[in-house]
């Protein structure tokens, strides 16, 4: 009888990617960036542990929304005051903010619970190409999905 692998605390082994953003469309950069944090790119991969690797994002402000999704996409937030919802459209977010439009994507991917957010603070998103993680030696991470500014 076989039985399912579930992968124990000390055998989790993370690994450091940094992921180039320039002219990759934002939601399937973040669903690979995802399913990277997850550790689904793994054959350890158990759902309930935090088996993924750290990602390190760079060039996050040259991320590209395809169709009219610039102009038409809105972030929202609300106060939670009476008539407190604050909206910004994603062109200006890219402008002001790409690391956090970029961020919440992958957020919004990620399990709701603990354990997602255990696994978001192993994403570092930078707006240029500069990052202060050499340190931990990663290695440049192959995107699937094609760049759209080809």
Do not use: C
């Amino acid at each position: 009888m076989r039985t399912t692998y579930m992968a124990k605390k000390n055998e989790i082994k993370r690994d450091w990617y940094v992921i180039d953003a320039s002219g990759f469309p934002l939601g399937r950069l973040a669903s690979e960036v995802a399913r990277i944090l997850m550790g689904k790119h793994k054959p350890i991969f158990t759902p309930h542990m935090d088996t993924g690797d750290f990602v390190i994002v760079v060039n996050a402000k040259d991320v590209v929304l395809t169709g009219n999704k610039l102009l038409q996409k809105y972030y929202y937030r609300h106060s939670g005051y009476p008539g407190g919802l604050k909206k910004i459209r994603y062109d200006k977010l890219l402008g002001s903010k790409p690391e956090m439009a970029f961020k919440l994507a992958v957020r919004r991917m990620l399990p709701a619970n603990r354990l997602g957010r255990a696994m978001l603070k192993k994403l570092k998103v930078y707006a240029g190409p500069q990052h202060p993680h050499e340190a931990q030696n990663p290695v440049v991470w192959t995107v699937r999905p094609k760049r759209v500014a080809e």
